[in-house]
């Protein structure tokens, strides 16, 4: 697993996470993983359905519907 951040759009604020089987997850703080699908707060911002993360200086966007 390696971790990155998560960006939500529109609220200016970030949540740890972790890339797992080239999927993205929401890495909670008793370290549970969850899907951003799986996250209204997530659902409710994604542009298109992609979700903007960071790893190590570089950005991205992942498909939080893709199983």
Excluded at 31 to 53: D, K, M, S, V, W
Aim: glycine letters at 8%; one cysteine or more.
């Amino acid at each position: 697993m390696q971790k990155c951040t998560i960006y939500h759009t529109g609220v200016y604020n970030s949540d740890k996470g972790v890339i797992k089987d080239n999927k993205v997850y929401f890495q909670a703080q008793d370290n549970q993983l969850y899907f951003p699908e799986e996250i209204f707060l997530a659902r409710e911002e994604c542009e298109g359905g992609l979700i903007q993360f960071e790893v190590n200086g570089k950005w991205g966007f992942a498909d939080i519907y893709t199983d």
